[in-house]
């Protein structure tokens, strides 16, 4: 599945990337990132497009100044073949959910498991 284990540790790790969407100090967010994603990382949600670890750290510094409260958190197992996965999350912002039945993909690196490439997708599916 990725570099450093199965399924459970890429569950993990896609569990220490939604907690860095609560880290506030930009040092700390930083280096939490880079303990899961790529430098190099593209990241695209419907609301943005960039790349590497400062680019995703200013975008959360963004969202979270926004909503200070928000707690983005994954929702469903994780779905993963060939070096991508799927995963299901909502933000939960002063005990509201909202973004319920979003989900991201992401890719990850064979050698170190660091995900390369995370696509998020706000809501549910169309139709």
Known sequence: ???GGGAEALA?????????W???DGAAREAALARVVAPDLR???PSVALTGIPA????IAQVTAARPEAVIARTTPVDAHHRVAR????LTDGGREHL????????TDPAS??????TGFFGPLPG
Do not use: N
């Not at 993990?12 to 860095?20: F, K």
């Not at 995703?56 to 975008?59: E, G, P, R």
């Not at 498991?113 to 995370?118: M, N, S, V, W």
């Open 1 to 3: 599945m990725t570099a």
């Open 12 to 20: 993990a790790r896609i569990d220490a990337y939604c907690a860095c």
């Open 22 to 24: 609560r880290v506030m």
């Open 43 to 45: 990241y695209t949600d």
């Open 56 to 59: 995703l750290s200013a975008h």
């Open 87 to 90: 995963f299901g999350w909502s």
């Open 100 to 107: 319920a039945g979003s989900i991201d993909l992401v890719e």
């Open 113 to 118: 498991g660091l995900f390369t490439r995370i």
